[in-house]
């Protein structure tokens, strides 16, 4: 049974993972006026979920890249995996809610962290739940300190929120976990929620792939297969 479940958690992550940003941000703009009202500041809150969601079509860009002739290259981005949206006990809920709706919308699979907030977690992920994001991709973590969940395995990335000195103390702690490199994305100004404003933030969720095809195989010259 352990093991289905494992079969069909990744399914349904890698299904997630699969639709188009401007898909994703379909569920996630139905589920955005009530998360927004969990924050304390709706309206400010529905401002910054519509900034982040409208960004959607520029995740979904391909670049064509220059390549070797009999080739074509196609730059694009995607998920990067297991991502852990954490609010420290200073982290107020708007940043940490705008977290986890940058990660889910760039495609990853999401757990989130909020031992300060449990009820509001609660309701987070039954919103999620019925705006139809399946409970594979966004779920609470359980009752672990958080330097232990930062040792989780295969987690590609942790967005957390909280003041200077406790994004520091979570990076530090990053450094010692062993597997794959963990990335950090910090909010420190919880109020204002500056760093979700500058063009690159979205970015920080996602990774560079190119997808190369041998246009030559496919049906071009194929003498040019015998070229050194």
């Known amino acids: 049974m352990a093991t289905e479940f494992k079969k069909n958690h990744a399914k349904i992550c890698e299904e997630w993972r699969l639709l188009s940003s401007t898909d994703r941000a379909a569920f996630l703009q139905a589920a955005s006026p009530r998360l927004a009202l969990l924050t304390g500041n709706a309206n400010k809150a529905k401002r910054l979920f519509a900034h982040l969601l409208e960004q ?3 995740l979904d860009a391909v670049m064509a890249m220059n390549g070797a002739t009999g080739e074509s290259n196609d730059l694009y981005l995607d998920a990067r995996g297991k991502t852990m949206v954490i609010g420290t006990e200073n982290a107020k809920t708007l940043p940490v809610l705008g977290q986890m709706v940058a990660a889910l919308l760039a495609g990853n699979e999401v757990i989130l962290h909020y031992p300060s907030q449990p009820e509001i977690c609660i309701e987070v992920v039954d919103i999620l739940y019925n ?6 991709v966004i779920s609470i973590a359980n009752d672990s300190q958080t330097v232990i969940l930062l040792h989780m395995d295969r987690l590609a990335q942790v967005a957390a929120v909280g003041t200077p000195a406790e994004m ?5 702690e990053l450094a010692k976990t062993d597997g794959i490199l963990t990335q950090m994305i910090a909010v420190t100004d919880v109020s204002g929620c500056r760093e979700m404003l500058t063009p690159d933030y979205l970015y920080r969720f996602v990774t560079e792939r190119v997808k190369t095809i041998n246009t030559t195989a496919i049906g071009g010259n194929a003498s040019l297969l015998e070229l050194v």
């Open 56 to 58: 959607a079509p520029k």
């Open 168 to 172: 520091q103390e979570l990076a530090t």
């Open 131 to 136: 705006a139809g994001i399946k409970e594979d």
